[in-house]
């Protein structure tokens, strides 16, 4: 029960940072390689750099998905599931 407990809290720091990251350092796919998304950090960087930075939108909306997202859901599909986009 305790670990649990331990999990989600983890679950909810990940949330709130990466969300927060992707809104601030979103062209940067900072948020993606904090998650642990090395490629899809790398793939987002190169977008934003080809298209003058407009490839920040896409980490905008995904740092407004992650705050939206409850604590339980984030955990299973960013962190349990490893979905990678959106």
Same mark, same amino acid.
């Given at each position: 029960? =305790?670990?649990?407990?331990?999990? @989600?809290?983890?679950?909810?720091?990940?949330?709130?940072?990466?969300?927060? @990251?992707?809104?601030?350092?979103?062209?940067? =796919?900072?948020?993606?390689?904090?998650?642990?998304?090395?490629?899809?950090?790398?793939?987002? @960087?190169?977008?934003?750099?080809?298209?003058?930075?407009?490839?920040?939108?896409?980490?905008?909306?995904?740092?407004?998905?992650? @705050?939206?997202?409850?604590?339980?859901?984030?955990?299973?599909?960013?962190?349990?599931?490893?979905?990678?986009?959106?």
């Amino acid at each position: 029960m =305790g670990n649990t407990e331990l999990n @989600l809290g983890k679950a909810e720091n990940k949330k709130v940072t990466a969300g927060i @990251l992707g809104i601030v350092l979103g062209s940067f =796919g900072v948020h993606k390689f904090y998650l642990g998304y090395s490629k899809e950090g790398i793939i987002q @960087l190169v977008v934003s750099v080809v298209t003058c930075g407009l490839g920040g939108i896409i980490g905008f909306v995904e740092g407004i998905i992650y @705050l939206t997202k409850s604590d339980d859901e984030f955990y299973q599909t960013y962190q349990v599931g490893k979905k990678p986009w959106f």
